[in-house]
């Protein structure tokens, strides 16, 4: 992975329909979503809409495929379809069109989610016109005072790119040993806590200008309990294991320290105070609600049930689903499949991870364009 380039390039979810796809393992973002639905539901009715107001424009950032992307939307449509007959409801207007705008990288296994929208739109109540954006959103994707309302659930986690210092071999903040933070120095978290700031701004910063006035945002991102504890849970999939697997491929030989060194994974749990103070610097929103989710992790209860090996197969499958395309960007895919192999086998021997119930936080946030 050239660290000078930014993730846009290598950064996607694994596409397609397999064990290892995101649409096969989305359940964590799932529960996330059934978890923030409520809060979704009272933000969209929040919205100021002037009568007559149409196409209503909403966007999905970070849509990626599968389940989720559909519930999501269609909570949306749902909530506004019922807000607009409330609004317009005695009058001979029309109902307002609904346009869905659904946002990714262009990594974005597109084709698997037009498919599917072929069915969904076509043959659902719940109709609304539809179009993909491939782009980043950390940069501008729509034109000024596009869009009505946005959303963007358990994306923004994911930061532009591992921040610069953490790419300074031999530096305080060179991450030796770890792939994640959690456990990392502090100069080293404290690098990325930076790139996440920065990212976050930039993030609203060109949403203040897509929004109209009276328009959603919500957000939805992986976070953590309080400011000063970094445990955000997601610690079982990207510390121990990971770390396990990457020092099996060093002790086979197959790679250098340094380079299972150079690979960060580029997610960062952020705390309600950073997100409130990011939305404060930015200015143009008003904070609606915010709340920190425990989210129990559903596939840790699911497999608990069953026997070792299949737990270690399904933890390695769900990190691949968001991992493997970034990570065969870096090592390619002998060593790719290799390093997977060696995270089940790890995964499976691991007694307390087996034991344990694990959750993981997120935290929503509404806010309204003022
Ligand atoms: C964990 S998935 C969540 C997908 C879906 N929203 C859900 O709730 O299941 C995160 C998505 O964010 C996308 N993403 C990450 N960084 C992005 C960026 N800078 N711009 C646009 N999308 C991004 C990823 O490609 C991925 O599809």
Redesign the pocket.
């Known amino acids: 992975m050239d660290t000078s380039r930014s ?2 390039h290598v ?3 694994q596409g397609g329909e397999d064990d290892i796809s ?1 649409a096969k393992n ?1 359940y964590g ?2 529960a ?2 059934a978890s923030s639905k409520p809060m979704l539901t009272s933000a969209i009715n929040s919205i100021k809409l002037t009568k007559g107001c149409s196409p209503i424009k909403i966007a ?7 389940d ?2 559909f519930d ?1 939307v269609d909570t949306v449509i749902e909530v506004l379809r019922q807000k607009l007959t409330v609004v317009d409801g005695e009058s001979d207007q029309p109902e307002p069109e609904l346009e869905v705008f659904f ?3 262009p ?2 296994d597109f084709n698997t989610l037009f498919r599917s929208l072929q069915e969904k739109v076509n043959g659902s109540s719940k109709k609304y016109f539809a179009a993909g954006v491939p ?4 940069g501008r994707l729509f034109p000024k005072g596009h869009l009505h309302v946005v959303v ?5 986690q ?1 930061l ?1 790119q591992i921040p610069e210092k953490v790419m300074e071999k031999g530096s305080k903040t060179w991450n030796k040993g770890r792939a994640w933070i959690q456990g990392a120095e502090g100069e080293v978290v404290e690098a990325y806590a930076e790139q996440s700031d920065k990212d976050l701004v930039q993030f609203l910063k060109c949403r203040k200008e897509e929004i109209v006035e009276g328009g959603v945002l919500f957000m ?1 991102m992986g976070g953590r309990s309080s400011g000063s504890d970094l445990d955000s849970g997601l610690k079982h999939l990207f510390t121990t294991l990971m770390d396990q697997a990457w020092q099996d491929l060093v002790d086979e030989g197959l790679i250098e320290e340094d380079k299972r060194d150079g690979f960060n994974i580029p997610v960062y749990p952020r705390s309600t105070e950073e997100i409130a103070n990011a939305i404060d610097r930015c200015g143009g929103f008003k904070i609606e609600e915010m709340k920190v989710l425990k989210i129990a992790d559903p596939m840790n209860a699911k497999q608990q049930m069953k026997d070792p090996e299949s737990y270690g197969l399904a933890m390695a499958n769900l990190v691949q689903a ?1 991992l493997k395309p970034m990570v065969e960007a870096y090592l390619g895919p002998d060593l790719t499949r290799k390093l997977f192999k060696q995270y089940a086998v790890r995964a499976a021997a691991n007694k307390e991870l087996l034991k344990e119930n694990s959750s993981y936080y997120m935290i929503a946030v509404s806010a309204i364009r003022v």
């Open positions: 993730l846009e950064l996607s979810m995101y989305s973002p799932a996330a979503l999905d950032l970070g849509c990626a495929v599968g989720n992307t999501t946002c990714d990288l990594s974005n782009g980043s959103f950390y963007t659930m358990s994306a923004l994911w532009s939805l968001g």
